[in-house]
């Protein structure tokens, strides 16, 4: 088998220039990559890049080459094409059936997967003619990442950023091995929850545990590359933020509490890997605790934090919401996970084995998925992207 070919369309932004690393990435992870550029995106980055990096000439406009019928051939014969930046005007264009260069013409013939990473002034991205034409784009199955937050072209910030490359480049794999033409989250919402919470004892100190959120996120990416629009709610990761997802940063289980409550009122499936505290201390010193001379330390007490996932279980925010946890076990892994999943009422628990070299921090996992219904879904050892692959499976079939 040949290498996947992926077209790269480039439109007129200055954050084109970010399109030479995902380039690169694609490039460099054994893709055949066309690059095609809107004549606009040459302003910013001139075709001599695009076509050193590529190893592919490279032109703008259909009358190029004409006996090799390009405004045809590139799309028909693409296995992905990912506009990255995708401008407010090549949205609008694409979501119309515009076709006056090459990039337009290609997006009109091509019948494989679609990817635009949005990037553009925060009022453009806001503007209802931006939205609308977004919503027709992903009705019709293309995967319209949404833009990050942050700095812009001048000294403004806001929504509009381009997500950084490497995370393109992740979505762009993922649509790419999945080979799906339609995702089938688009349209909903989902929560998840991940890292791990920290209970403070005094300024300085808390009580943590060694997750590392890298599960969660990989559910979010996923979700996000699913179509979703995911709300991840983070317990102190610095993991870098994944493209197109909403982040809601919180550091104690009952901020946790708040801020998932709040996103699953409208949510069609919430997904809580964090870790969260069982108990946290029954006082806080404001100030840091110091120690006496000759004195033992006082003991610490310990109070219970809200069982979250329990309580989103039985008091669903919507009816069909479904509600998956993750259960870490050492040992009786799987009557554990039974009697846990009874016990918290989810519709599915994602049973790890754990120990102290196994998935904390660690790229790869492995588990058991237990559904409500009796189902039993092993999960062999691999990434945490596979993992998230399969309970996002679980999750479309049980919200059909
Ligand atoms: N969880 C939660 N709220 C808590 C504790 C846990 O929502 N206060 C969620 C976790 O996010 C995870 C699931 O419950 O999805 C399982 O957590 P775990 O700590 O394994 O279960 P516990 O009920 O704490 O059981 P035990 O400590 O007895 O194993």
Not at 87 to 103: C, Q, S, V, W
Not at 309 to 325: F, H, N
Request: hydrophobic fraction near 45%.
């Amino acid at each position: 088998m040949g290498k996947p070919r992926v077209v790269l369309g480039v439109s007129g932004g200055i954050a084109a220039y970010k399109a030479c690393e995902l380039l690169r990435r694609l490039t460099e992870s054994g893709h055949d990559v066309r690059v095609v550029p809107t004549a606009s995106a040459l302003h910013f980055v001139g075709a001599a890049t695009w076509s050193a990096l590529s190893g592919h000439p490279v032109s703008t406009e259909v009358w190029d080459d004409v006996h090799e019928v390009p405004h045809v051939r590139i799309g028909q014969q693409a296995d992905l094409v990912v506009v990255a930046p995708a401008t407010a005007d090549m949205l609008a264009k694409a979501a119309h059936g515009l076709a006056d260069d090459l990039l337009t013409n290609t997006l009109l013939t091509a019948r494989c997967p679609v990817v635009f990473a949005p990037a553009m002034h925060t009022e453009m991205w806001e503007h209802p003619a931006t939205r609308e034409n977004v919503a027709t784009l992903r009705r019709r199955g293309a995967l319209v990442i949404e833009p990050a937050v942050g700095r812009l072209t001048g000294v403004d910030t806001g929504k509009g950023r381009l997500p950084d490359p490497a995370e393109i480049f992740e979505a762009c794999r993922r649509v790419l091995a999945r080979g799906v033409t339609a995702p089938d989250l688009v349209g909903r919402h989902v929560v998840v929850s991940a890292g791990g919470t920290r209970e403070p004892l005094d300024p300085v100190r808390f009580l943590g545990n060694r997750s590392s959120g890298k599960q969660g996120y990989a559910l979010a990416r996923t979700a996000a590359a699913r179509g979703a629009r995911v709300t991840l709610i983070a317990a102190n990761t610095g993991l870098p933020d994944p493209a197109g997802v909403d982040i809601v940063p919180v550091g104690t289980a009952v901020h946790l509490r708040e801020a998932v409550l709040k996103a699953a009122a409208d949510a069609d499936a919430v997904v809580m890997a964090a870790a969260v505290a069982d108990f946290r201390p029954a006082d806080y010193a404001a100030g840091k605790i110091k120690k006496k001379d000759g004195e033992e330390p006082e003991p610490v007490v310990l109070v219970r934090n809200p069982d979250i996932l329990a309580e989103i279980s039985a008091d669903r925010a919507r009816v069909g919401q479904v509600v998956v946890g993750f259960a870490a076990e050492t040992d009786d892994v799987l009557a554990n996970g039974r009697k846990k999943l009874r016990r918290k009422g989810c519709d599915l628990l994602v049973v790890n084995e754990v120990g102290e070299r196994r998935t904390f921090g660690s790229e790869e996992n492995e588990a058991v998925v237990l559904g409500a219904d009796g189902s039993e879904t092993p999960v062999p050892h691999g990434p945490k992207e596979a993992l998230a692959e399969i309970v996002w499976d679980l999750v479309a079939s049980r919200l059909e």
